[in-house]
C-alpha cells in the first residue's frame, strides 16, 4: 500500500508538535519498506529536506498556508497512491490534496492531532465556520478512517458525530535520535550561564504560545524560587504571534530575570543538549493531542510534569513523572513535589519515563498499528 501524507508544514514555529509527527510516520514507513511521500508548504528561508518529501514555498497570508503548485504538483502524488493522510485541519493543503482525493476517489485517513479538543474547538470559531463549509465538512463526511491519538480523542470524534472506524494510535519518537554521542562543543552559548551558576535545570521547551501554559507556569514558580534558589527555569521555543513579549512581560512583573532565561528556539544537537542537562520537565498545557516534546524528554531520562490535558495518565500510575490541573495552584503543587524530592528519586522517575517509552511509544509500532487500519479499512 502506498502511503501520502500532507500537512501545513515541517518547521518548529508552523508545524510544531503537528509536522513532526507527520513527518515521524512517514519516515518510518520508509524504514520499514514501505512507499510513503509527504507534502507540505515552506517558508524561502527554510532549506532542511528529508526523503521523500515536496514542500513548497508559501504565498500570502501565513494562516492560510497557500503554497502556489502544490495543487497541481499533487495530481500526480495523489494519482500514485493507495491511501491519502491528512495531519491538522483547516489550511489549504487540505482544500487542495482532500479535493484531489474526492475527485480520484482516494480513501482519506484524517489525523485530527488533538484538534477536537474543547479548548481547541473554542478558539476563532468564526474563521472555521467558512472553511467548513468550503471543503472540511466534505473531508470529514468521505473520511474511511480516523486515526486518534487517545481513546479520549477517539470519544471526541464520535462525541461529533463521525462514524467512519477509528484507529488508536499515540504519538512516539525515534529513540536512536536521542542515543546519539554528541560532537564535543555542541551545547550552545546559550546553555551555558545555567550549568556556570552551577543550578539544576527545570526545562519548558514548546513554541511560545498561550495554549502551553507559560501563564500557568511563570506565577507558579514565583512562589518557589525562594525555597529552591538553586534551580533554574530554562524556557526554551520559538515565538509565535509576538506571545514572547507577554512571557518576558509576565517573567520582569514577577521579578523571575534572576531565575528564569529565554533560550530561543533550539534544535538539532543543541535541543538534545538541553535535554539531556535537564533535571526536570514541564509542560502545563491548557490544551495537547499528545505531545511530542514530554515524549522527547522521557526518552532522555527526563522526569516530567504535565498537565492531565496532555493525556497521559501513565505518566503518574507508572512513576515517570506528576500530574496536574491547568491552574497556578494545581501547577506550583506539582513543581514543589518535584522539587522537593531527591536527586535519586528524580534519576529514577526518569528511567521509568525512558521505559514507559520503549514498551509503548516507538514508531515501528505506532506506524504498524496505523498501517494494519488502513489495510483494513482502505484497501479497494
Known amino acids: 500500500m502506498r502511503h501520502l501524507h500532507f500537512t501545513q508544514s515541517l518547521e518548529p514555529l508552523q508545524g510544531g508538535g503537528l509536522g513532526r509527527a507527520a513527518l515521524d510516520l512517514h519516515l518510518q514507513l520508509l524504514q520499514g519498506g514501505f512507499a510513503s511521500r509527504l507534502i507540505s508548504t515552506r517558508s524561502t528561508q527554510f532549506d532542511i529536506t528529508w526523503p521523500e518529501t515536496q514542500q513548497y514555498v508559501r504565498q500570502g497570508p501565513p494562516m492560510l498556508y497557500f503554497a502556489r503548485g502544490l495543487r497541481s504538483a499533487s495530481v500526480k502524488w495523489v494519482a500514485q497512491a493507495d491511501v491519502i493522510h491528512g495531519h491538522g485541519f483547516y489550511v489549504y493543503p487540505n482544500w487542495a490534496i482532500g479535493n484531489l482525493a474526492h475527485h480520484q476517489r482516494k480513501p482519506l485517513v484524517y489525523h485530527p492531532h488533538g484538534m477536537f479538543d474543547p479548548w481547541i474547538l473554542r478558539r476563532s470559531r468564526w474563521k472555521k465556520r467558512p472553511i467548513h463549509f468550503l471543503f472540511e465538512n466534505r473531508n470529514m463526511r468521505e473520511c474511511r478512517l480516523w486515526r486518534a491519538l487517545t481513546n479520549k480523542e477517539a470519544d471526541q470524534i464520535r462525541g461529533l458525530g463521525f462514524k467512519a472506524p477509528i484507529v488508536v494510535a499515540p504519538n512516539g519518537v525515534r529513540l536512536e535520535e536521542y542515543d546519539v554521542i554528541l560532537p564535543e562543543g555542541a551545547s550552545s552559548q546559550l546553555l551555558l550561564p545555567a550549568r556556570a551558576r552551577n543550578r539544576r535545570c527545570l526545562v519548558f521547551m514548546a513554541r511560545l504560545h498561550p495554549k502551553k501554559g507559560l501563564d500557568l507556569l511563570l506565577p507558579a514558580w514565583s512562589r518557589l524560587t525562594q525555597r529552591y ?152
Open 229 to 380: 534558589s538553586d534551580w533554574e527555569l530554562l524556557i526554551a521555543g520559538p515565538d509565535e504571534g509576538g506571545y514572547l513579549a507577554t512571557v518576558k512581560s509576565m517573567i520582569q512583573k514577577l521579578g523571575l530575570e534572576s531565575s528564569t532565561t529565554l533560550t530561543g528556539a533550539v534544535s538539532g544537537d543543541v535541543k538534545l543538549e538541553l535535554l539531556r542537562m535537564a533535571d526536570l520537565f514541564i509542560l502545563p498545557s491548557y490544551s495537547e493531542g499528545f505531545p511530542v516534546s514530554v515524549l522527547e524528554a522521557m526518552a532522555c531520562r527526563v522526569p516530567v510534569i504535565a498537565t492531565v490535558e496532555s493525556n497521559m495518565p501513565e505518566l503518574e500510575t507508572e512513576g515517570g513523572g506528576w500530574l496536574c490541573h491547568a491552574d497556578i495552584d494545581s501547577v506550583q503543587h506539582a513543581l514543589n513535589r518535584a522539587l522537593e524530592c531527591s536527586e535519586t528519586e528524580r534519576e529514577a522517575r526518569g528511567w521509568t519515563a525512558r521505559s514507559l517509552v520503549e514498551r509503548s511509544y516507538t514508531w515501528p509500532d505506532i506506524a504498524a498499528a496505523i498501517r494494519a487500519g488502513c489495510e483494513h479499512h482502505c484497501s479497494r
